[in-house]
């Protein structure tokens, strides 16, 4: 990987330099950017470890000990029950990453099928698919999600659908414009005469060139999707207890603020610090691999 | 650009069409009865309330009863608040959620509106990072922990405002307010600097200070009609967002809103209550999205075409 200026400088001269290199040291180039990429990296890397290195275990009670402030033994506190909140932040974390996640590569494959069908296609077959994202759009689907919780019950699966189910409509956007833009190309149409398959095609020609705006828009899904979650769970209709994720955890922590106002201020910490670090990931690679894009 | 309007109108109504009739659907196939959290129930009254609310008609009739009431604004009685009507309760909770929306947007439009132009100003100076770093914050920072920690720092440490209420109080309508609009500002921010800063690129602008005209008369009077149309499309969706996002400000904040009875029908299965909610909110976004659409448009004529063309 590219680290300096003089390494930069070197690869153009000797080799010049793929888009992907250009777009990581543009990206590297980026400090809150990068700060965002190694927090991610941080969260990511707990969450996957937490079994093994977290303090206490999940279900670990100190009725005696109750709620108690930050401490040597607690870094984070306790909750009402005695439990180290770092432990619940951790595995809340797990939950909360997961769904982003999940989420996500569910509203990643149907976008990115949907648009790229629609926009190599074309034609009728183009309207009428993008008619119905049209649709889908202007449903309200906050509303839908909580309603589709209440009529099935809250699992965890559910969530990871329905959240999905809704976040796919502007992947399928994105990727539809970008395939109908690619499909034009000069290029394309020599494929197409030396003979290659369709799949051929897509495979080499029209994926590489719709990677980029497809990987800026899911950094900035994640975040979104994390957000619908914590908000669910915020109200009570999200993840349910045992299982926690930051959104509960945000609900549980109002109720006690006035006494215990770690139980609030933690949780809440952890799932702004995650948005940010998202949020300025995905304004960084926008920046980075589509350097033509206006920021909004 | 007429035949923008006629089109986006006509989109709208298989919209709610769909809408309604999926809402009704999803609700009836719930698995349980509205009534079965009643154990002491005994089969003959379970029958008999079956039969006053019309759940012992087929599907198909009952649908089409509830559409023929639903014409007449009549969502039909409530299955939990046994003598009030679900039109009551929307009538008593609407104009609470209104006035928070209306509160919430206007503070969202004017600090969103000033914080974006004076990035857009001075792009790339203190003047833009400031704004913008704070507009991030908000973006990160959702209402039920912003909520939250206002009631926290202004209500209990500082002991400024009221934590609850509405209308109760004198100033218990601020944090509630500018807990609902902050997400928004911010958004509303970043639009109008994005906007602003490609209008102040134009020729015409470069013209207007050629002219030697002051830098607030190039703004106002050339820059903002162009500028602001992100904001003005953006609004259709921050509404949506906006009454969603008062389930959970009126859930902090105890206001006996149209969204915290959305919140507590969710809870107890109040069948016809989430129907009639969720009907009438989506009905309000999708026409309030259409709204901001065509009031896009008449400011920015290109836009029908460019649509027109996708």
């Known amino acids: 990987m590219i680290d300096s200026l003089k390494d930069y400088q070197d690869v153009s001269f000797e080799q010049g330099r793929s888009l992907w290199q250009d777009a990581w040291y543009r990206l590297n180039k980026n400090k809150l950017a990068m700060l965002g990429l190694y927090l991610i990296i941080f969260f990511v890397v707990i969450s996957i470890l937490t079994p093994w290195i977290g303090p206490y275990a999940y279900e670990t009670q100190n009725l005696a000990l109750g709620a108690s402030a930050p401490s040597a033994q607690h870094w984070l506190g306790t909750d009402i029950h005695g439990r180290d909140l770092m432990t619940r932040l ?78 796919w409509l502007t992947m399928a956007r994105i990727v539809r414009t970008q395939v109908l833009s690619v499909r034009k190309q000069e290029f394309v149409s020599a494929a197409i005469v030396t003979g290659l398959s369709h799949w ?65 201020i933690f949780p809440g910490l952890a799932l702004s610090l995650t948005l940010f670090a998202l949020n300025f990931l995905g304004d960084g690679l926008r920046d980075a691999l589509d350097p033509r894009a206006t920021r909004d | 650009m007429m035949r923008f309007f006629v089109g986006r109108l006509l989109q709208s109504i298989p919209v709610i069409f769909i809408v309604i009739t999926a809402t009704f659907f999803l609700v009836r196939a719930a698995p349980g009865g509205p009534f079965d959290a009643e154990k002491t129930l005994s089969p003959e009254v379970i029958e008999r309330l079956n039969e006053r609310y019309n759940l012992d008609a087929p599907m198909y009739e009952q649908y089409f009863d509830y559409l023929g009431h639903l014409v007449q604004g009549d969502f039909g009685p409530s299955f939990r608040y046994t003598n009030r009507t679900v039109t009551e309760i929307i009538y008593a909770g609407l104009p609470i959620t209104f006035e928070l ?24 100076s203190a003047q833009d990072y400031i704004p913008m770093s704070l507009a991030m914050t908000g973006i990160c920072m959702p209402s039920f922990l912003l909520g939250p920690l206002l009631v926290l720092v202004f209500g209990i440490w500082l002991q400024w405002l009221p934590v609850s209420g509405w209308g109760y109080s004198p100033g218990d309508k601020i944090l509630p307010a500018i807990t609902l609009g902050s997400t928004y500002a911010a958004y509303i921010a970043r639009l109008t600097r994005g906007g602003m800063l490609e209008i102040l690129s134009q020729d015409y602008i470069r013209t207007a200070k050629a002219k030697g005209l002051s830098t607030a008369s190039i703004i106002f009077r050339h820059a903002l009609r162009g500028g602001l149309s992100p904001v003005v499309a953006f609004l259709g969706p921050a509404i949506a967002g906006l009454l969603a996002g008062s389930f959970v400000v009126e859930t902090i904040f105890q206001i006996p809103g149209l969204g915290r009875f959305y919140v507590q029908a969710a809870f107890n299965r ?41």
């Open chain 2, 270 to 310: 109040d069948y016809t209550m989430i129907l009639g909610t969720t009907i009438l909110l989506s009905c309000l976004i999708v026409l309030l999205n259409m709204l901001s659409d065509l009031l896009a448009v008449w400011l920015n004529p290109r836009l029908a075409l460019s649509n027109e063309k996708n």
């Open chain 1, 200 to 264: 051929q095609i897509i495979r080499r020609h029209v994926i590489p060139n719709i990677l980029g705006p497809v990987i800026v828009y899911i950094t900035l899904t994640i975040p979104s999707v994390m957000l619908l979650e914590a908000f669910l769970s915020f109200l009570g209709l999200g993840i349910q207890p045992p299982q926690s994720s930051w959104g509960v955890l945000i609900s549980g922590g109002v109720e006690t603020m006035e006494e215990y106002p770690w139980l609030l």
């Open chain 1, 90 to 167: 951790m595995y809340g974390g797990r939950i909360s990453l997961m769904v982003g996640f999940a989420a996500t590569a569910v509203s990643l494959v149907i976008g990115v099928l949907w648009g790229t069908i629609a926009g190599y296609v074309g034609g009728l077959t183009d309207t009428i698919m993008m008619r119905i994202v049209d649709i889908l759009y202007a449903l309200p689907f906050m509303i839908f999600i909580i309603l589709l919780m209440v009529v099935f019950g809250r699992s965890l699966l559910l969530l990871f659908l329905a959240i999905g189910l809704i976040e």
């Open chain 2, 101 to 124: 929306a209306i509160y919430a947007i206007m503070i969202a439009l004017v600090i969103g509106i000033l914080a974006g132009m004076l990035a857009a100003i001075k792009p790339n």
